[in-house]
């Protein structure tokens, strides 16, 4: 009896031009001993790398790498940029949804990569990269609506990774970008290197914390968009808790979720003296949103705004990836300015 397919060998099968093609795929599968699990499938081979398999579960989803990944595919950038610091260039083949400019020592090694889309690619466009693994940033990398379920990819034999951030279980804090990098390094089989730049993250932030540890808390509204109301990071997100490390308190750490909508009025009772403005890709431009904030005659007498105290971030140096322990040093430094004199 010929072997059944999964539908990703499947359909790499059909996009070949020959009979003899899927039959080479159909044998190879067959040697392989592929299997028809409900969960995420792997090929069956007499022998494993050192350290393998491993397993992890991630958001719910248990996965079993028999070796470490060698075609990935990440959609957003800070999974991109936390694959790239651990030194996995080669086993990426195609990076989407960048949100502001790379860091500067991995920019070259970025843009060598392809680019599947400005946004998240459809399903059919990450297939077509053929990759075993899809590492996700955001929660929308596997919108159901969109057919981009992580059920769907491991029918299609893909196994999937989403950021811990968006597992929705707790708060988020450093401990979990640290926690990240170690599960990357653990599903890589790069545990030393993550060990590493886990070391130089921790050190980058207590340097920072240990320069504003005698400093007053300094209250920081977060704008990321909204005019209506504010679109503002809650304190189940990552961005509180850089806030509290630079030395500062979210004014809207009471919000249980990540993000959430706040009206204007709640940010005029709450009085915040600096205002730290995401930056990313289709929100408009900071300039746009400075003009804003200073333009409404409610807010004129909010601190922040009175005294033109803004502090600008990249969104995605606010997320669980490498660029959060550099987000604290810029949060620190506009909350502080003399502690960095």
Known sequence: ???VLSPA??????????????????LLTAGCGWSGDTGA??????????GFPVTVDNCGVRTTYDRPPSRVVTIHQHPAE???????????????????AVLPELKKDYEAIPE????????????DAEPDLVYGGYGSAFAEKEGRSRKA??????????????CGEKRVTMEDTYAEARTIGKIFGVRDRAEKLVADLKLRVSETASAVEDKADVPVFVYDSGDKSAFTAGGKGLGTDLIRLAGGKNVFADLDDVFGDVSWEQVVERRPEVIAIYDYAGSGSVERKKKFLLSQSALADVPAVKNKRFVVLPLTATLVGIRSAYAVDGLARGLHPESFR
């Open 1 to 3: 009896m010929s072997p």
């Open 153 to 166: 990819f491991a029918n299609a034999g893909i196994d999937t990774h989403l950021n811990r951030e968006y």
């Open 41 to 50: 499938q792997h090929t069956a081979t007499a022998s494993s790398p050192e």
């Open 9 to 26: 060998r499947r359909h790499r099968a059909v996009r070949g031009t020959t009979a003899a093609l899927a039959l080479s795929v159909a």
């Open 82 to 100: 936390l694959m790239l610091a651990l030194g996995l260039k080669d086993r990426m083949v195609g990076t989407a949804f960048p949100d502001s």
């Open 116 to 127: 599947l889309a400005e946004r998240e690619p459809s399903f059919e466009r990450i297939l």
